[in-house]
């Protein structure tokens, strides 16, 4: 069974940092593309960042420059690096992995930043 497991959220004043991970396992590492969504309260969920097979990285306008996403193959993980945290990154954070057909997410983590 394919299980996406985050953790690293937490509680954290404006213009810290956290780091999220995302471990996966049941299955090899190897998707077409992998992301990290978030849902805010009332509003809808929305990509924050994802990386494809090859590499390449997308990031939604508004953590453009602060998130960094990445992957490691050896340790079956996928990272969200965020920087400079506004009140308005908080968030239930998710990671979601898929391949031709087939889409896993996991159960989620928290970010809350204070202002």
């Known amino acids: 069974q394919v299980q996406l497991v985050e953790s690293g959220g937490g509680l954290v004043q404006a213009g810290g940092s956290l780091r999220l991970s995302c471990v996966v396992s049941g299955t090899e590492f190897s998707f077409d593309i992998m992301g990290w969504h978030r849902q805010a309260p009332g509003k809808q969920r929305e990509l924050v960042a994802s990386?494809?097979?090859?590499?390449?990285?997308n990031y939604a306008d508004s953590v453009k420059g602060r998130f960094i996403i990445s992957s490691d193959n050896a340790e079956n993980t996928m990272y969200l690096e965020m920087n400079s945290l506004k009140p308005e990154d908080t968030a239930v954070y998710y990671c979601?992995?898929?391949?031709?057909?087939?889409?896993?997410w996991g159960l989620g983590t928290q970010v809350t930043v204070s202002s």
């Open positions: 990386i494809m097979s090859n590499g390449d990285t």
């Open positions: 979601n992995a898929k391949r031709i057909f087939r889409s896993w």
